[in-house]
């Protein structure tokens, strides 16, 4: 899941200007698991702004913020509603599925965090930072891309104290977990086999992918 | 051949010291520290934003004590620079004649005083380590060869005695080994025991071994680095001995403050020297590696001290 915090209001506002009539765009996934763009926090924000003196005049909760033939028709129910400007409740992906679809300017409203898994309701961690080859076989499913601050491919730094890492006292050190783990399930054989380091080729951006191009070449 | 391969491979008990760049263009402090050094250690090491704080660069003052006539031992962290970055430096080394290379992961940015900086690690210490034995072939990291003759460098690498699990230190070691390190430094160590297993590494795969020693200056600062600093564990014993040398001075000494500290560094030093004895005698390490931080002017007094 894609994870998102909500901008101070203020940001929101001197994003928005001097305009009036404004559009509210959330996202039915994501960012209403994350409480930054469900309807509650739409009707929330609908609320700040009318109190600071803009109109809202429509706001959608789409099943999915980065799809853009859904988004597009949802759009089409506020073609009329004379918007001058909207702002989006969903991550990055969200935002700019809006934006290239609307000729008015377009605002975030959140930042976007990370890539992450729920442990619960309200405590989200990242687990997977998209390198583009991955590694997890290798390292009992323990991401050491992500789980380490310097992303160290062959083992850990010195940094660890206590088991937690150089950068922040709170956090498991990844090597460590990497560790564990492969000791449970009897790999720790692969701790020693060096890991080529895997070049940053596989990760330029933007990258697309198309599955019919993709099947055709096969 | 560098001094520094000489002694370790011809078996002689090998020193180097560590000295910082300063934070700004005034090198007049590592000029003097130099002459401290000089004709008493193999080699000092120089380092690259240790502690990631923002100084002048390694290869700066590396090449500083080219020209003054004391071998240094060139940290490369891969904090900062991408392989590109990180080979041609070693490119510009190599012209001044610069042969030690210790490769290191380098601490995270966040940790030190220009915590904005971006975090590079395109490559780790392994990983470095192969970008200057790709160079000694006469090729750079994309496989393009290099003009005129390749350089050579003698390869080390740093690893942590006291670290729990070891074994993760001690596998990394071995891929360092791989990867062309020939000799390690270990952070600082106060106990003889954690050094054996590697030390057994090291000679199983005939590779050097250097233990880190670093003074304590106080008893405070004994805790403080045991308690915080990663790899580092003072024994309280140790830390008692600091403070039993303290009480000494008489409370109502007008400079007992003063008398105090230097009670407790007279100590620490005589506590190093009587560390490096002992892992000579037991045969735990190949040599010594002592990070006297900013008080450089006592490692000839710990080599004395220990008989060396
Ligand atoms: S190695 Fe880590 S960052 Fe890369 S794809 Fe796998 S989980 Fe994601
Ligand atoms: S302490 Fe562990 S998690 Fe943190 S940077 Fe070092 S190896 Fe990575």
Redesign the pocket.
Known sequence: MIITKAKPTQDVLDMLGNVKKVLLTGCGECSTTCRTGGVEELDAMEKFLTENGYEVVGKCVPQLSCNKNLMKRELKAFKDSGYEAVVVMSCGDGTQTVAGLVDSPVYPANDTMFLGEIERLTLFSEACRMCGDCVLGKTGGVC?IT??????VN???????NG?????PD??????LIYDKLKKLGQLDKLYVANDDKGYKKNLYPMTINLKEDAANE | MSNLQKALESGKFAITAEMAPPKGVDFSHQIAVVEQLRGKVDACNVTDYQSSSLKASSIGLCIKLIQLGIEPVLQMTGRDRSRMAIQGDFMAAAAFGIENILAL?GD?PTVGDCPESKPVYDLDSVGILRAAVQLTTGFDCGGNKLDGAAPYYYLGACTTPVYDPVELQLMKMKKKIDAGAKFFQTQGVYEAEPMKPFMEMAEKYGVYLMAGIIPCKTAAMAKYMSNNV?GIRVPEYQIERLKAAAAKVPADDPNVKKLKAAVQEAEGITMSAEFLAELKEKGLCHGAHIMAIGAEENVPKILAEAGF
């Open positions: 050491p789980k380490c601050a310097k992303s160290l083992g850990p730094c010195g940094g660890a104290k937690k890492c150089e950068t922040n956090v498991e050190c990844g090597w460590i | 992961t995270h990663p």
